[in-house]
């Protein structure tokens, strides 16, 4: 089920002008298509969330797992783990790496230079 037709419905519902709801649902899926996106379950604060998944992340990255499985593992894009990778070592600079080959570096490089605004 897409979760973009519930709102929808429930916008309709709601008695929000049809044109809105379209122009709204359009920037949402442009934003995040292809992306999983968490809801936080009502009280919880997803910023946690997200954090402690980084810090998963970054320890299994740390280990020398892949970005490919650290994608899949996590359910995000792996451009999404290369953008947690090179903030976090951006951020904290020599405190966190891994033994990181020239190969790797070299990918989050090119990675960083095709796009970056990530």
């Given at each position: 089920m897409d979760i973009l037709h519930?709102?929808?419905a429930r916008m309709i519902g709601a008695g929000i002008d049809g044109d809105a709801i379209r122009r709204i649902l359009s920037e949402v899926?442009?934003?995040?298509a292809g992306e999983n996106a968490y809801i936080a379950r009502h009280g919880?604060?997803?910023?946690?969330?997200?954090?402690?998944?980084?810090?998963?992340?970054l320890?299994?990255?740390?280990?020398?797992?892949?970005v490919p499985y650290l994608a899949r593992k996590?359910?995000?894009?792996?451009?999404?783990?290369?953008?947690?990778i090179r903030t976090?070592?951006?951020?904290?600079?020599?405190?966190l790496h891994r033994s990181m080959s020239d190969a790797t570096t070299a990918v989050i490089k090119?990675?960083?230079d095709h796009d970056p605004d990530v």
């Open positions: 519930d709102i929808e899926r442009r934003d995040w919880e604060d997803p910023r946690v969330i997200i954090s402690r998944r980084n810090l998963a992340l320890r299994d990255w740390q280990r020398g797992e892949r996590y359910g995000i894009s792996v451009h999404t783990v290369y953008r947690i976090n070592i951006a951020r904290r600079g020599k405190n090119a990675h960083h």
